[in-house]
């Protein structure tokens, strides 16, 4: 079982940035692939960006390249996920996941493929 918590989530102006932070704990953090994916109101939840379990393969949203940047530090239990240049269209709850791997290099774009979620925290850029 892997616990995950969010924070960082507020209201920033178009252009500013954020940083949200994911804190694991329970199982070990290190083979957990770990993605985040946002749902703004009355829209299905997508994908933002996901990083491999050693932190070497990244991915990104087309949405989101260039702007965002997700890291992980697996000494901490924390996966990061750096916003700058928002938009109000990046207005959403934004959730942290963790997908079991064994390939150290492996990521996920699919939700289906996270099995543990985070309660979301909020990010609202206002125009």
């Known amino acids: 079982q892997v616990q995950l918590v969010e924070s960082g989530g507020g209201l920033v102006q178009a252009g500013g940035s954020l940083r949200l932070a994911c804190a694991a704990s329970g199982r070990t953090f290190n083979n957990y692939i770990m993605g985040w994916f946002r749902q703004a109101p009355g829209k299905e939840r997508e994908f933002v960006t996901t990083i491999s379990w050693n932190g070497d393969t990244t991915y990104y949203a087309d949405s989101v390249k260039g702007r965002f940047t997700i890291s992980r530090d697996n000494a901490k239990n924390t996966v990061y996920l750096q916003m700058n240049s928002l938009k109000p269209e990046d207005t959403a709850v934004y959730y942290c996941?963790?997908?079991?791997?064994?390939?150290?290099?492996?990521?996920?774009?699919?939700?289906?493929?996270?099995?543990?979620w985070g309660q979301g925290t909020q990010v609202t850029v206002s125009s």
């Open positions: 996941a963790a997908g079991r791997s064994y390939f150290p290099s492996s990521y996920y774009t699919k939700d289906y493929d996270y099995g543990y």
